[in-house]
């Protein structure tokens, strides 16, 4: 019998997994740059946390949620997501008495009970920045500009930002009533129904076209902000365009939950199909209290890996002739030269020299091979005949030229031509 990865998992594999490896750590550059710090955080919280941060009514909550109890009967659940545990980390440790914003960036592996398909995963990976503890649009506009500096990084160009803003506890509760009002009178099944009365912001998000061809003439956000949100928005975009960053409003972006206040942003890329978010945020002022926590106005975003990969391969910016896994490369002659070659290989990787050498007692044909394979620019051929003359032949693999290098100086003169 032999294993497969689960459902909806998939495992990254060199070369390729190299190129992931240096994607995450594009994609919060900007935020490193702007002072946001590394937190990390547990893969597994209690369930409640999750339940009350990201909403009882969400599908992640209600459907999507890897929940288990520990052999002690919590009931713990795999992190469907960043931004729960950065607050609950924020409050344990009681960052937010010390200079706010706290500002905080995270990587990790996210878990969620999706339908499998390209670009849905049930497991995936994303990258996080939070800026928690302020209320100022310069802090809105810095969040959004790191994300689509993070995507301009690795080159992108087909990234596109969406932003809204869904007001705050003065205005959205009269939005929602009128967006309620609507949508009672449009004919929906039972269980949009009752999202209608639980969540209705929810309901404009709903991607079945039956759905969204009733939604035409439904009440936006953007008409019904009161005075101050409305000035806080345009204050956010209007930084937004001193800064050049290109951004489409869009006034039917939404997020269903009642934290969740002014600013809401997505990046999408129309290479991707229906799963086309490669990343999204916003500001949610209500969660810490929802938390248990004092009133913390805070914004930050998560941005998906896998797709923003997806991204760049529709594009052509993934780069698939596998780069050279190490400079150089060992074949050794003979049981004597293998253990010199070992001892070689290691003071060359000692001195940042990236090495290999071939196992196995392989011959010279077959070592050669493996020189090719490894990409390495140069191959040291040591055989008896060398050994004895405490000499090594130094091949470079791109020309097919050979000179012979006293064992004593090969470290420094490989040095010189691999850097
Ligand atoms: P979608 O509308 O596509 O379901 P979402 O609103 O659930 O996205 P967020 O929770 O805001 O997404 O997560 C931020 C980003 O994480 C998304 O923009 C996407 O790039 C990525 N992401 C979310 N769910 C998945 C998944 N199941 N597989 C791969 N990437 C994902
Ligand atoms: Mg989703």
């Not at 009970?113 to 497991?123: D, P």
């Not at 959205?172 to 912001?201: K, V, W």
């Amino acid at each position: 019998m032999s294993f497969q990865a689960p459902k909806g998992t998939f495992d990254w594999l060199p070369p390729r997994s190299e190129q992931v490896l240096a994607v995450r750590e594009a994609l919060v550059g900007p935020a490193r740059l702007a002072g946001y710090g590394y937190i990390e955080t547990p893969v597994f919280e209690d369930t409640q946390l999750f339940a009350r941060g990201v909403g009882e009514s969400t599908d992640i909550v209600s459907k999507e949620m890897y929940t288990f109890p520990d052999k002690a009967g919590r009931s713990l659940t795999l992190r469907p997501e960043g931004t729960a545990s950065v607050v609950r980390a924020v409050l344990q440790h009681g960052l937010h008495n010390g200079q706010l914003p706290v500002k905080l960036w995270y990587s990790g592996s996210q878990f969620r009970y999706e339908r499998a398909q390209k670009g849905r995963y049930r497991h995936f990976w994303q990258v996080g920045a939070e800026a928690l503890g302020s209320e100022d649009p310069a802090l809105d506009a810095e969040v959004v500009l790191l994300g689509a500096q993070g995507f301009a990084s690795l080159g992108l160009t087909g990234v596109r930002l969406l932003i809204n803003s869904l007001g705050d506890k003065t205005c959205r509760p009269t939005y929602r009533a009128a967006l309620q009002e609507f949508l009672r009178g449009l004919d929906l099944d039972a269980d949009t129904r009752a999202r209608i009365e639980i969540n209705p912001l929810r309901v404009l998000d709903d991607k079945r076209p039956e759905v969204q061809a009733q939604l035409t003439g439904a009440p936006l956000v953007i008409d019904h902000l009161c005075a101050a949100c409305k000035s806080y928005h345009e204050e956010v975009r209007a930084l937004l365009s001193a800064a050049g960053v290109a951004y489409e409003d869009d006034p039917r972006l939404v997020r269903g939950l009642d934290y969740y206040t002014r600013t809401t942003f997505e990046f999408v890329h129309d290479g991707l199909g229906s799963q086309s978010a490669v990343g999204g945020g916003g500001r949610y002022d209500g969660l810490s209290e929802m938390l248990g926590g004092p009133p913390l106005p805070s914004v930050g975003w998560a941005l998906g890996v896998d797709r923003t990969v997806l991204a760049m391969e529709a594009e052509g910016l993934i780069d698939d002739t596998a780069p050279g896994r190490v400079q150089v490369y060992g074949v050794p002659l003979g049981d004597e030269a293998r253990r010199r070659m070992f001892l070689l290989v290691t003071e060359l990787r000692q001195a940042g020299v990236s090495a290999d050498l071939a196992y196995g007692g392989k011959g010279l044909k077959g070592a050669m091979k493996g020189a090719d394979r490894s990409g390495a620019r140069f191959a040291l051929i040591l055989g008896e005949r060398d050994l004895a003359a405490q000499a090594v032949q130094l091949k470079d693999l791109t020309t097919a030229e050979q000179t012979e290098v006293p064992l004593a100086q090969v470290v420094d003169v490989l040095k010189g031509k691999v850097q």
